[in-house]
């Protein structure tokens, strides 16, 4: 059973991110603050759930949340301070856009730099443990999925309608007859087939 909050009476918000390791695309990150006794019998890490169950549940948070907002930081920021940097600069400016300032933060994961002075707490594996990081996760992965979709309108040949940016076998061999893209990361190592990204 995923925990409702980590300190009762708290207004938190749960973060997480989509999208990290990835050779293309921008990083997409969510902040969600849930009413303290929420509950859906759905609702559980994006990674449990199948793309139709993130889909069904994405406007059930949205409506559900008390405040949600969606923060994204592009490729080519990426290349510029790091995807480190990136995730964390994303989770930012999700909370930035919150209708409500939290009280205190539960990123998913292990490395955060304090924002605005909000105290927060990193919780590995959070999108397993906290509801908020769950609903926060499948916001992340939902709304990046719609935007490599986009992408793959405008560039077919990679796949990324099925591999939304991942470093798969066919989105490297695509990589390597047709090169690269406005959207790779060029800070990424695109082409070695040595190298395995973990998300």
């Known amino acids: 059973m995923l925990l409702p909050y980590m300190e009762s009476g708290r207004i938190e918000a749960g973060c997480d991110e989509a999208g990290r390791g990835c050779l293309s695309g921008a990083v997409f990150a969510a ?16 990674k449990q759930l199948s793309e139709k169950q993130r889909y069904t549940l994405r406007p059930i948070i949205e409506q559900d949340a008390i405040a949600w907002a969606v923060g994204i930081v592009t490729p080519q920021e990426i290349d510029k301070i790091n995807i480190l940097n990136a995730s964390i600069l994303a989770m930012h400016r999700a909370v930035e856009q919150l209708s409500q300032v939290p009280q205190h933060l539960l990123i998913d994961g292990n490395r955060f730099k304090p924002y605005n002075g909000i105290p927060h707490t990193c919780v590995v594996k959070g999108d397993g443990k ?25 560039y077919p040949h990679y796949g ?23 959207f790779h990361r060029q800070s990424f190592r695109l082409t070695d087939p040595q190298l395995k990204l973990f998300e």
């Open 130 to 154: 906290f509801l908020s990081i769950a609903a926060a996760s499948i916001l992340a992965k939902t709304y990046r999925d719609d935007y490599m979709m986009q992408l793959h309108e405008q």
């Open 31 to 46: 902040a969600v603050i849930l009413p303290q006794d929420y509950h859906h019998p759905l609702l559980n890490d994006s």
């Open 160 to 182: 990324w309608d099925r591999n939304k940016g991942y470093p798969t076998q066919e989105h490297r061999d695509a990589i390597a007859r047709y090169g690269v893209t406005p």
